[in-house]
T-cell receptor, first 116, second 113 residues
Framework: DTGVSQNPRHKITKRGQNVTFRCDPISEHNRLYWYRQTLGQGPEFLTYFQNEAQLEKSRLLSDRFSAERPKGSFSTLEIQRTEQGDSAMYLC??????????????FGNGTRLTVT | AQSVAQPEDQVNVAEGNPLTVKCTYSVSGNPYLFWYVQYPNRGLQFLLKYITGDNLVKGSYGFEAEFNKSQTSFHLKKPSALVSDSALYFCAVRSYGNNRLAFGKGNQVVVIP
């Protein structure tokens, strides 16, 4: 399977703990995106990378959130001091940069975070 | 700013009947429009896109969508719905130069056998 891979699929954590998610994009895709989806809503943009550079961040990405893509391949999203409001599905997507605006995003199956 | 409206929460249709899922958008400049489908506990799967050219675009699984610039709409259609089409459908838009893809809240489609 050469699609976008996300791990873990599910994460249950207690409020105040730190969590880290991993995303492995499609190998030839140099753009990588993180989105958050809550129940009954569409995905909301968090941030995106072109290669290893983080080029844009949403206001939704508070100081407790940090994303990295150190070698321009896989990416991690860390949430520090989790809050119940962080409970959501975190989606990773990748695309080609050659035609960035008309290339569709290819999504992984997401990591569902539950903060108790 | 860019945004998408999907006015109906749920669309019910009998198997074999035509399926339509509505989408209107707001964007500065020319829109790049997309439809995605999501099955339970899964990510979004790309169905089709409109970039330029013919207003009727065809995509995966027999779906098509019609771009209407004057009505700022991009409705998704399928001539004959299948039970397996039951899922959540998202319309999305972005404009040239905008790296964020803006999604609507989604429509739950229920195809009744």
């Amino acid at each position: 399977d050469t699609g976008v891979s996300q791990n873990p699929r599910h994460k249950i954590t207690k409020r105040g703990q730190n969590v880290t998610f991993r995303c492995d994009p499609i190998s030839e895709h140099n753009r990588l995106y993180w989105y958050r989806q809550t129940l009954g809503q569409g995905p909301e943009f968090l941030t995106y990378f072109q290669n290893e550079a983080q080029l844009e961040k949403s206001r939704l990405l508070s100081d407790r959130f940090s994303a990295e893509r150190p070698k321009g391949s896989f990416s991690t999203l860390e949430i520090q001091r989790t809050e119940q409001g962080d409970s959501a599905m975190y989606l990773c997507a990748s695309s080609l940069a050659a035609n960035p605006y008309n290339s569709p995003l290819h999504f992984g199956n997401g990591t569902r975070l539950t903060v108790t | 700013a860019q945004s998408v409206a999907q006015p109906e929460d749920q669309v019910n249709v009998a198997e074999g009947n035509p399926l339509t899922v509505k989408c209107t958008y707001s964007v500065s400049g020319n829109p790049y429009l997309f439809w995605y489908v999501q099955y339970p506990n899964r990510g979004l799967q790309f169905l089709l896109k409109y970039i330029t050219g013919d207003n009727l675009v065809k995509g995966s699984y027999g779906f098509e969508a019609e771009f209407n610039k004057s009505q700022t709409s991009f409705h998704l259609k399928k001539p004959s719905a299948l039970v397996s089409d039951s899922a959540l459908y998202f319309c999305a838009v972005r404009s040239y130069g905008n790296n964020r893809l803006a999604f609507g809240k989604g429509n739950q489609v229920v195809v009744i056998p």
